[in-house]
């Protein structure tokens, strides 16, 4: 019986592609151990205990930024982290970690190298964090959701997705979508969402221009955040949601879309061959850019500023894509190469590969 260490966590991007391992694992061999090793703060604290998975706890250990008093402490309290996860591989008789990224990966690759446990890390952006930088020196193997992303021995397997969007049907499930968001199935869709939390530079380019949208034959489905204040006009054609709880209806519905690039949305997109514009969120390291940088490269996407994105941009560079059915099916071809539903499965095929050779 093989016992797996699934360590991240902190963010949705850590956790979601984690918990999709470890249903596909579970799936697999019922007889198999899968456990999570993750921080007590993190989103992982919650997520992954309702999925039915025991969750194991490690301190988090920010890597220090600037010389100050939090970098002088990091030795002792990494110490004090890696002593923890070995601690949990022996407890539990670990034979394989795989890690994610985040706080809690750190001190679980450098843990299973001291006790010998093979590990393998995953990374899921573009441009890769320092975690999974420094794991991947000495990974037992290395998967990477994206084509030239800088990590030793990195091999593209793809992103872990959610199973119902690697299920999903958009065809057979366009009329029920349709029904749900009060559209019409046999006309196009534009389909605008910024994440969870939303987006306000989308949000606020759609107020201005969703009648010029409307007026180019299409209907627009936009997903504006649960923060977000912005008034629904109440007019056919133009569905209005806060959040929506079934992201799979929406991505059956859309025929194009406008969003964010985070790695799981550029995943997600590219996976169910759907053409897109990105507006990368211009605050961080860049990573977003980056994220859509193979779908852009391969005709599936375009990239657009997001310090220029207003009602403007809409009308001049995203309603010509709409109204030019020639585009439209040369993008949606090229993003059916460039994406995958297999990345769960790819990666897996890494740990199994980690284990023959240990």
Known sequence: MTTYLLAGGGTAGHVNPLLAVADALRARDADATVL??????????????????????????????????QAAMFPARFRRAVAQVRDHIRAHDVDVVVGFGGYASA????????ERVPFVV????????????????????????????????????GMPLRREVIELDRAALREEAAASFGLD??????????????AQRLNEALADSWGDVLAA???????????????????????????????????????????????????EISALGIPALYVPYSVGNGEQRLN????????????????????????????????DPQQLAAMQAA????????????????????????
């Open 36 to 69: 999570v090793l993750g921080t007590a703060e993190g989103l992982e604290s919650r997520l992954v205990p309702e999925r039915g998975y025991e969750l194991l706890i490690v301190d988090k250990v920010p890597f220090p930024r600037r010389p100050d008093k």
């Open 107 to 114: 001190p679980a690759y450098v843990a299973a190298g001291r």
């Open 122 to 157: 995953h990374e899921a952006n573009a441009k890769p964090g320092l975690a999974n930088v420094l794991g991947a020196r000495r990974a037992a193997a290395t998967g990477v959701a994206f084509a030239g992303t800088p990590l030793r021995g990195g091999e593209v397997v």
């Open 185 to 198: 199935p046999a006309r196009p869709v534009l389909l605008v969402f910024g994440g969870s939390l939303g």
């Open 217 to 267: 034959g299409w209907q627009l489905l936009h997903v504006t955040g649960e923060r977000s204040d912005l008034a629904d006009p109440e007019v056919p054609g133009y569905a209005m949601r806060r959040y929506v709880d079934r992201m799979d209806l929406a991505f059956a519905l859309a025929d194009l879309i406008v969003s964010r690039s985070g790695a799981a949305t550029v995943s």
């Open 292 to 323: 859509a940088a193979s779908a852009v490269a391969a005709g599936a996407a375009r990239l657009l500023d997001d310090a220029t994105f207003d009602g403007d941009a809409v009308r001049r560079l995203v309603i010509p894509v709409m109204e």
């Open 335 to 358: 993003a059916g190469q460039v994406g995958t539903r297999s990345g769960t499965e790819n990666l897996i095929a890494l740990v199994d590969r980690a284990l023959r050779a240990s």
